[in-house]
């Protein structure tokens, strides 16, 4: 029997404009769409609340924070991803690459232990067994500074739903922490450590750089492509570092640093993400470029919620008030991160693709979130 499910009077965000009409969504799927504001027999009224596609989320440290709640707190890993889960449904997002560290790196003053395989598989397990609410895929994040990258991205194959593989680099002096006093603060207020132990841990960082920097790089080359996967490069901050990336065949470029570095993304095709904090907040926490001077030169495509999932659709509005197009600051957390990672079959309202919507108000620019359906059921 086809379960259907009709919301009428609804403010329908399309992708090139927001218009009054009615959505019906049948076996999980978009199946008409209809403009005007009557409410036929059996629909749900949504009292001119907007409609909108599921938010697609590329980049997120939530789940990590679910990991551990407390430093040296080791949460149960299932029910780490239940919160994170649930919590993400709860904020309008229906698709979500799981971010998660591979390349571990033991040092007197600081471990990185591998857990990156052992997460991927319960998240796989608890996918087929129908515990999760959204959509879950992968996102390694490759540490180029580390000692076990290359044999821990040789533990992964097409099968994991590996869709995107960044290439992050952290050594000091570099990058996001050019400036090694803001890095020294945020390591040192992190894990609590002494000038003479932040000294040796940036010593051991700048001496495995020189060890495995470029075996590393060449390992996650070539395990995105083995994947069939996205590579993104992280933290770009020089044009130089984007030809690098080019060459590679990045084709995400994640919180590039400088406006110099957005222009050359633009330039090499490549979709700049930036942060949803770094747009509400009004700038990055790192003292690098605004998100919202990106947004304004034109050089901004995609926003993740980095550390917020609840930012997602606060930072989308904002764009769209921004630019005064609704529906363009929309597709930066729906249309566009879908279409980057080769998911056509979401981040629309359209008829044939999928059911995965949220509705929500606005109270003073603010969204309130009242409803998320992924394939055309309720989850929140």
Known sequence: MTQETIFANARLILRDRVETGTLRIADGVITDIDFGTAVPKGAQDMQGDYIAPGLVELHTDNLERHMSPRPKVDWPHRAAILAHDRELAGTGITTVFDAIRVGSMISAEHQYQRYARGMVDTILAMRAAGALRISHHIHLRAEICSETLAEELAEFG?????????????????????????????????????????????????????????????????????????LASHDDTTAEQVETSHRYGVRLAEFPTTIEAAHSCHANGIATIMGAPNVIRGGSHSGNVAALDLAKADRLDILSSDYVPAGLLIAALQLGDLWGDLARGLATVTHAPAQSVGLTDRGTIEVGARGDVIRFARLDGLPILRETWVEGQRVF
């Open 158 to 230: 097409p099968e994991d739903r590996v869709g995107i593989v960044s290439m992050m680099d952290h050594t000091p002096g570099q990058r996001q922490f050019r400036d090694l006093s803001k890095f020294e603060a945020y390591v040192r207020g992190k894990h609590s450590f002494d000038a003479a132990a932040f000294q040796r841990h940036v010593d051991t960082l700048y001496d495995v750089q020189k060890q495995y920097g470029k075996t590393h790089e060449a390992a996650t080359v070539a395990a995105a492509a083995r994947y069939g996967a996205a």
